[in-house]
């Protein structure tokens, strides 16, 4: 019997059957022939929420939770954040390799030729109220590039696809600044393609009357950082949903879309608005004890704290602790900076958060440092969006790739009914419904 197989004895039938392991996996489908009888569908594994399911073989982005590691195409995420620029990362997550000096000059002039949007974008933009969420401007804009691009639908040229690639890369900041200026009542600001892309982006966020926007330096390295630390984070719930919906040949801009859309939930990427609630329904250090025991009490969740791959210190957590550091020596102090370091002091103490492993995550930090920056808290999932989405066009790209990938199609565990007696209008029963 080799040894990298797994025997199983199927006790309804005394059937004994064999299914290899390769990368410490067996193949679902192995167990289908795993039956009582012929008229047995086969057996299936029940995984809720995909908590021991791989979905696919990625080459991407590796996580070790338990060790707290983070690593883009073998780099580790501490050496990349000290040492790239986030377009040279997305040049790795993208192609699997670091560029060349050539080839990151080439790429950088390619994404920056590619941050102007269409005019009827900016009309498209215009209907939306002042009060509209910018995550939601954001999902509904990238859905609708769709609409101006439709040779974006034909995924299988590669060269095609690239194209809509950089085009994502670039326009996704000009959509999301627009997103803000429009909730602020501002004009937009058209991109400057002598500018960093972190700089660009503050500049048509930020350039009021000035006929130049200079953007600080240390505030342009750190945005530039926290972009590179939100690039990819593997099989996440917005990587499976640009996998799932790319995986029916839709075209990247809706894709994109639905992976943002899937982003813009509390538990996902709108955490770290959260977190900044959080802190303001704190208000002081002093309440700090009375909160945390309201959590242990199960009244709601602490914020920024939790993973569910990570039970160590997220390491992006730790990087962005340092990147917070530099910030508030430009910007000043940040109040809400105590009641965190207060927070996470007590929690990582607390016998219900280390029995849990509950550490702190990337938006526990974060977002006190886009406040600083000047962000308003509507605007932090749109920040983190905005280099995510090189990470799901790398996933969708391997996605497409890979030969062994159909449309995703889980099955179900059927709970309902057998067929059942149709009952006419007049004779139904009702049931308390409200
Ligand atoms: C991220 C998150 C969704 C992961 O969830 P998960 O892997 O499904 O973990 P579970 O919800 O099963 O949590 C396990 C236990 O820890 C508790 N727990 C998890 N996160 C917690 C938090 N932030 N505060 C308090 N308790 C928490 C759960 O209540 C559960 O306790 P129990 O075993 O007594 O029922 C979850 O930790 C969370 O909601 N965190 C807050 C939101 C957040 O910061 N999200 C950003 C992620 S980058």
Redesign the pocket.
């Known amino acids: 019997m080799p040894q990298d197989t797994l025997t199983i004895t199927d006790n309804r039938t005394g059937q004994t059957y064999t299914a290899p392991i390769d990368h410490g996996t067996i193949r679902a489908m192995d167990l289908r022939k795993i039956k009582t009888g012929a008229e047995d569908f086969g057996l299936m594994t029940y995984d809720p ?1 995909f908590m021991n399911t791989a979905s696919c073989r990625s080459a991407i982005t590796y996580i070790d939770g338990d060790k707290g590691i983070l690593r883009y195409r073998g780099y580790p995420i501490e050496v990349l954040a000290e040492h790239c620029t986030f377009l040279e990362v997305a040049y790795l997550l993208l192609f699997g390799e670091l560029p060349t000096a050539s080839e990151l000059k080439h790429w950088v002039g390619e994404i920056t030729h590619h941050t102007m949007l269409h005019e009827s974008t900016k009309k498209f933009m215009e209907g939306f109220g002042h009060d509209a969420h910018p995550m939601a401007m954001l999902v509904s804009t990238l859905a609708a590039l769709s609409s101006i691009y439709p040779e974006s639908r034909n995924i299988h040229d590669p060269d095609n696809r690239l194209l809509q690639v950089k085009r994502l890369i670039g326009k996704v900041p000009s959509v999301a600044a627009m997103s803000y200026r429009h909730s602020v009542g501002y004009p937009y600001v058209y991109p400057d393609n002598d500018l960093s892309y972190p700089e660009n982006f503050m500049n048509m966020l930020w350039k009021m009357a000035e006929p130049k926007y200079a953007a600080n330096p240390v505030l342009a390295r750190a945005l530039d950082i926290l972009f590179i630390l939100h690039a990819d984070h593997e099989q996440n719930c917005s990587a499976n949903a640009m996998r799932a919906v790319g995986s029916a040949h839709t075209d990247p801009y809706l894709t994109t879309a639905a992976a943002a859309a899937a982003l813009a939930g509390p ?2 990427g709108g ?1 770290n608005e ?1 977190v900044l609630r959080m802190l303001d329904e704190i208000g002081s250090k002093a309440n700090v004890p009375a909160y945390i025991k309201k ?1 242990k009490e199960g009244k709601g ?8 791959v990570y039970k160590n210190y997220d390491p992006r957590a730790k990087i962005i602790k340092w990147t917070a550091e530099k910030v508030f020596e430009v910007t000043g102090h940040n109040p809400k900076l105590e009641i965190a370091l207060e927070l996470e002091r007590i929690a990582l103490q607390d016998e219900y958060f280390v029995q ?1 492993k ?1 550490y702190p ?3 526990f930090y974060s977002g006190i440092i886009y406040q600083a920056m000047g962000f308003r808290p509507e605007m932090f999932t749109v920040l983190f969006a905005i280099p995510r989405t090189t990470g799901w066009l790398a996933q969708w790209q391997e996605m497409l790739n890979d030969p062994e990938q159909k449309i995703a199609r889980p099955r179900q565990v059927w709970i309902g009914y057998e067929t059942r007696q149709f009952v006419p209008i007049e004779q139904r029963v009702a049931v308390a419904a409200d």
Not at 301 to 308: A, N, P, V
Request: proline letters at 0%; charged letters at 25%.
């Open positions: 929420a538990l996902h955490a959260e959590i969740k602490l914020m920024g704290f939790g993973h569910r849990r509950l995550n990337v938006d």
